[in-house]
């Protein structure tokens, strides 16, 4: 996995703007991958950050980098905690509502909409998606708005803003490890 890809996926997430990042990779092998992941972990454990693989098939990975404890406090929300409720998650443990995602995730190919709540979407843009089936949104950027259209326009301008510097101090020469903002203690 190129760090160029990880930078520009993972941008805002590793700049403390949001919860997580979801992205598809190649790679050779399912330990290639595993490998790969256990390194960036050991590079970003200090700063709040976790980098799990979601799927792996054929030769591409779907991995996840998030914020426990944002992605432990956006969950707490009534509005995301219902979603999930609804959904079959557990929610009292952001860990296994990971894991059942992953489930999830394995046994279909399309992307389970309540998704958006691990990324830092806000819960009413994801019950939006979910009830309105994709249609019928405010305005669409990084997800599709059916609540608070402002909020959302600005944190599209923010995210892209946050991937254009992240990307061009990688290129630079700053690292995962000077890129990545600690998490708030």
Same mark, same amino acid.
């Given at each position: 996995?190129?760090?160029? &890809?990880?930078?520009?996926? *993972?941008?805002?997430?590793?700049? =403390?703007?949001?919860?997580?990042?979801?992205?598809?990779?190649?790679?050779?092998? %399912?330990?290639?991958?595993?490998?790969?992941? @256990?390194?960036?972990?050991?590079?970003?454990?200090?700063?709040?950050?976790?980098?799990?693989?979601?799927?792996?098939?054929?030769?591409?990975?779907? &991995?996840?980098?998030?914020?426990?404890?944002?992605?432990?406090?956006?969950?707490?929300?009534? =509005?995301?905690?219902?979603?999930?409720?609804?959904?079959?998650?557990?929610?009292?443990?952001? =860990?296994?509502?990971?894991?059942?995602?992953?489930?999830?995730?394995?046994?279909?190919?399309?992307?389970?909409?309540?998704?958006?709540?691990?990324?830092?979407?806000?819960?009413?843009?994801?019950?939006?998606?979910?009830?309105?089936?994709?249609?019928?949104?405010?305005?669409?950027?990084?997800?599709?708005?059916?609540?608070?259209?402002?909020?959302?326009?600005? &944190?599209?301008?923010?995210?892209?803003?946050? @991937?254009?510097?992240? *990307? @061009?101090?990688?290129?630079?020469?700053?690292?995962? %490890? @000077?890129?990545?903002?600690?998490?708030?203690?």
């Amino acid at each position: 996995m190129s760090e160029d &890809l990880f930078v520009h996926h *993972c941008a805002p997430t590793l700049a =403390g703007l949001k919860t997580g990042s979801l992205f598809a990779c190649g790679f050779e092998s %399912e330990s290639e991958m595993k490998n790969t992941v @256990r390194a960036v972990n050991r590079r970003l454990k200090s700063k709040g950050l976790c980098f799990v693989p979601m799927k792996y098939s054929g030769k591409k990975a779907l &991995l996840y980098l998030y914020r426990p404890d944002k992605l432990r406090l956006d969950l707490k929300c009534s =509005g995301a905690n219902a979603i999930l409720s609804g959904c079959g998650y557990s929610t009292e443990h952001p =860990g296994r509502c990971i894991s059942c995602l992953r489930r999830k995730l394995s046994q279909s190919e399309e992307f389970p909409h309540e998704i958006g709540l691990f990324l830092g979407y806000p819960p009413d843009d994801v019950k939006g998606f979910i009830e309105q089936g994709a249609k019928n949104c405010k305005c669409s950027g990084c997800w599709k708005v059916y609540g608070d259209e402002k909020l959302a326009l600005s &944190l599209f301008v923010k995210y892209k803003k946050c @991937r254009e510097i992240y *990307c @061009r101090k990688h290129a630079e020469g700053f690292s995962l %490890e @000077r890129l990545a903002v600690a998490a708030k203690q």
